[in-house]
């Protein structure tokens, strides 16, 4: 069967709602992969794609799903969701499924890693799509049988079965631009999470899928896999061009899990993003790994528009083993002083509550933090999001269960009304250990009479100082 209309949709990805506010979030990004797949399926002649329907703007969600689909009637609804949100998801697909048992059912997005007992649970999802998800959905919408479609989860005889692995897209450049002109309130109801923003027309955009690396708190190889594969520079340069003609995009972040990964086609990038190539010039900035920087690539990054770097330093003790068995101490130091060098600002993110966390080893991550001294630093308490080796090693210890607590997934940090409570413990933290030392991880970084000071001094207009305002009102209820 052929699929010709559909409809894309994502819910709420705040998470306030557990701490009685609004499960909107306040800092929305652009769901780029269902506008991939809008794109994808755009390619379509026969194929009407609907405005994706996006959760951020909806007072209801599940209402809301439930409107579109009456008046538009789809034949697919596919939804996209991560862990922390996907009850949301699966109560719209039982509400999609009253309205017309005849719609298929889809859901794809890193909550796919749980696909077994996902669809256990909720009895009226037909499918679900691991892994990239272009291929796929291209498929279903044309009417091959799901039984022969690669990358998929799917009902057969009664069971829950997979079908046969699929491998990832080689040719990044074959993808389209994600169908922007789908997003509800685009670009100006999307905004980046702070401090990475100066106020001008943002969008997020990735070059690059796939990470070699095996972080023990990430389960990226469960989404774009372990090759790296990265459009050309070519095409990104071209894509930044249509965002900016069309939308009038100004500044950039890169999502990339490591975005300096390929040296040689990131330095091609930087030369082709400076001012006097690309045309116009660009405010952007990005995410990579301490160990793939060095001072000329980080030059060039400054020269094309980079404005931040931020990094996943993760501990001041264990950083070695935690990020795949090749970063050190020494190359957080050297990477956060040469960016600094460059005159670009840097965000440093740390963990707490590591299985083998004591208080002592803690100590160490804030001192560390605070010697390093990024621009900006993050501590969250680790959590064991599915598909990550400290998830599999927590439910093999009974520390967490397979089971429907999924919206207690939340990455834990400041700024939703206080510290998340934690899912994972450790043998010599409990919950309220785990938040104590959060609060005062940022407590002591960010009300350092050194860091107040230096902040002061960089006030270049009111906008500054609000934003510095804002801060630190936002910290010092969050961690009070």
């Given at each position: 069967?052929?699929?010709?209309?559909i409809?894309l949709?994502?819910?709420?990805t705040?998470?306030?709602?557990?701490?009685?506010?609004?499960?909107?979030?306040?800092?929305?990004?652009?769901?780029?992969?269902?506008?991939?797949?809008?794109?994808?399926?755009?390619?379509?002649?026969?194929?009407?794609?609907?405005?994706?329907?996006?959760?951020?703007f909806?007072?209801?969600?599940?209402?809301?799903?439930?409107?579109?689909?009456?008046?538009?009637?789809?034949?697919?609804?596919?939804?996209?969701?991560?862990?922390?949100?996907?009850?949301?998801?699966?109560?719209?697909?039982?509400?999609?499924?009253?309205?017309n048992?005849?719609?298929?059912?889809?859901?794809?997005?890193?909550?796919?890693?749980l696909?077994?007992?996902?669809?256990?649970?909720?009895?009226?999802?037909?499918?679900?799509?691991?892994?990239?998800?272009?291929?796929?959905?291209?498929?279903?919408?044309?009417?091959?049988?799901?039984?022969?479609?690669?990358?998929?989860?799917?009902?057969?005889?009664?069971?829950?079965?997979?079908?046969?692995?699929?491998?990832?897209?080689?040719?990044?450049?074959?993808?389209?631009?994600?169908?922007?002109?789908?997003?509800?309130?685009?670009?100006?109801?999307?905004?980046?999470?702070?401090?990475?923003?100066t106020?001008?027309?943002?969008?997020?955009?990735?070059?690059?899928?796939?990470?070699?690396?095996?972080?023990?708190?990430?389960?990226?190889?469960?989404?774009?896999?372990?090759?790296?594969?990265?459009?050309?520079?070519?095409?990104?340069?071209?894509?930044?061009?249509?965002?900016?003609?069309?939308?009038?995009?100004?500044?950039?972040?890169?999502?990339?899990?490591?975005?300096?990964?390929?040296?040689?086609?990131?330095?091609?990038?930087?030369?082709?993003?400076?001012?006097?190539?690309?045309?116009?010039?660009?405010?952007?900035?990005?995410?990579?790994r301490?160990?793939?920087?060095?001072?000329?690539?980080?030059?060039?990054?400054?020269?094309?528009?980079?404005r931040?770097?931020?990094?996943?330093i993760?501990?001041?003790?264990?950083?070695?083993?935690?990020?795949?068995?090749?970063?050190?101490?020494?190359?957080?130091?050297?990477?956060?002083?040469?960016?600094?060098?460059?005159?670009?600002?840097?965000?440093?993110?740390?963990?707490?509550?590591?299985?083998?966390?004591?208080?002592?080893?803690?100590?160490?991550t804030?001192?560390?933090?605070?010697?390093?001294?990024?621009?900006?630093?993050?501590f969250?308490?680790?959590?064991?999001?599915?598909?990550?080796?400290?998830y599999?090693?927590?439910?093999?210890?009974?520390?967490?269960?397979?089971?429907?607590?999924?919206?207690?997934?939340?990455?834990?940090g400041?700024?939703?009304?206080?510290?998340?409570?934690?899912?994972?413990?450790?043998?010599?933290l409990?919950?309220?250990?785990?938040?104590?030392?959060?609060?005062?991880?940022?407590?002591?970084?960010?009300?350092?009479?050194?860091?107040?000071?230096?902040?002061?001094?960089?006030?270049?207009?009111?906008?500054?100082?609000?934003?510095?305002?804002?801060?630190?009102?936002?910290?010092?209820?969050?961690?009070?």
């Amino acid at each position: 069967m052929k699929y010709k209309q559909i409809l894309l949709t994502r819910p709420p990805t705040g998470s306030n709602a557990l701490q009685g506010g609004s499960d909107a979030d306040p800092h929305p990004q652009p769901p780029l992969g269902l506008a991939y797949l809008a794109g994808v399926l755009e390619r379509l002649s026969d194929v009407n794609v609907l405005d994706i329907l996006d959760g951020n703007f909806s007072e209801n969600y599940v209402y809301d799903v439930k409107m579109a689909v009456k008046k538009h009637n789809p034949d697919l609804v596919g939804f996209s969701a991560f862990t922390p949100f996907a009850n949301a998801a699966l109560e719209a697909t039982k509400t999609v499924k009253e309205i017309n048992s005849e719609i298929l059912t889809v859901l794809g997005g890193p909550h796919a890693v749980l696909a077994d007992v996902t669809m256990r649970k909720c009895p009226d999802l037909d499918v679900i799509v691991y892994d990239e998800g272009e291929e796929q959905i291209e498929e279903i919408v044309s009417g091959k049988p799901l039984d022969d479609i690669a990358g998929l989860f799917i009902r057969k005889d009664g069971k829950i079965v997979p079908t046969s692995p699929r491998s990832y897209i080689d040719n990044m450049d074959s993808l389209p631009y994600p169908a922007y002109h789908k997003l509800p309130h685009f670009p100006d109801g999307y905004h980046p999470h702070p401090p990475k923003s100066t106020g001008r027309k943002w969008c997020s955009i990735m070059w690059s899928r796939g990470c070699p690396f095996f972080c023990n708190y990430c389960n990226r190889e469960n989404s774009f896999g372990l090759k790296f594969r990265n459009q050309s520079p070519e095409y990104v340069v071209d894509h930044i061009r249509f965002l900016n003609s069309e939308y009038g995009i100004e500044e950039l972040t890169f999502y990339d899990d490591v975005m300096s990964l390929n040296r040689k086609a990131t330095m091609t990038l930087m030369e082709s993003m400076r001012k006097e190539n690309l045309g116009f010039e660009i405010s952007w900035d990005a995410e990579t790994r301490v160990d793939l920087v060095d001072p000329e690539l980080l030059y060039a990054m400054k020269k094309a528009g980079c404005r931040m770097i931020s990094y996943g330093i993760e501990h001041g003790e264990f950083i070695h083993e935690i990020k795949g068995g090749t970063a050190t101490l020494q190359q957080a130091e050297d990477a956060v002083r040469w960016t600094h060098n460059a005159k670009m600002d840097t965000v440093g993110y740390f963990m707490i509550g590591l299985p083998k966390e004591t208080p002592k080893t803690i100590r160490t991550t804030i001192d560390f933090a605070k010697k390093l001294d990024c621009t900006y630093a993050q501590f969250a308490i680790t959590m064991p999001f599915p598909g990550n080796k400290l998830y599999d090693e927590a439910i093999k210890s009974g520390l967490i269960q397979l089971d429907d607590t999924w919206d207690k997934f939340v990455y834990a940090g400041v700024g939703s009304g206080g510290i998340q409570a934690p899912v994972l413990t450790t043998k010599s933290l409990s919950a309220k250990d785990l938040e104590y030392w959060a609060k005062r991880a940022y407590r002591e970084f960010y009300f350092r009479p050194s860091y107040i000071i230096k902040k002061i001094l960089r006030i270049r207009s009111l906008e500054d100082l609000m934003m510095y305002y804002n801060g630190y009102k936002m910290l010092k209820k969050d961690t009070a």
